[in-house]
């Protein structure tokens, strides 16, 4: 049995690597997402080691809501966990870009 995550990063960065088989799993998604990036498939595998793509990655998914739902309904989260995750990384990264509502 592996050992509970309880690290908020750790946690974000597993979303993102979740996003990126969602991603690679259907080719024209993963065409488009390579064409944005500017990454080959390639090297697309030392690229996921690198919490800045991972970042990258959970924006790609989050910029489209049905992508978004149909991502967390494939994992078994809820939406708002897809973009808790986005927020943890980009804070722990010290992204300023990105900015939650407030109402």
Not at 80 to 92: F, H, K, P, S, Y
């Amino acid at each position: 049995m592996k050992k509970p995550v309880h690290n908020p990063r750790e946690v974000a960065e597993i979303v993102a690597i979740q996003a990126l088989s969602f991603v690679a799993s259907e080719p024209e998604r993963l065409g488009l997402f390579l064409a944005e990036t500017g990454v080959g498939p390639e090297t697309l595998r030392n690229a996921a080691a690198d919490p800045n793509f991972l970042l990258s990655v959970l924006d790609f998914v989050m910029r489209d809501d049905a992508t978004v739902k149909a991502f967390a309904g494939s994992v078994e989260l809820h939406p708002t966990n897809v973009a808790a995750a986005r927020q943890v990384l980009g804070d722990a990264l010290g992204d300023p870009s990105w900015e939650r509502d407030v109402p």
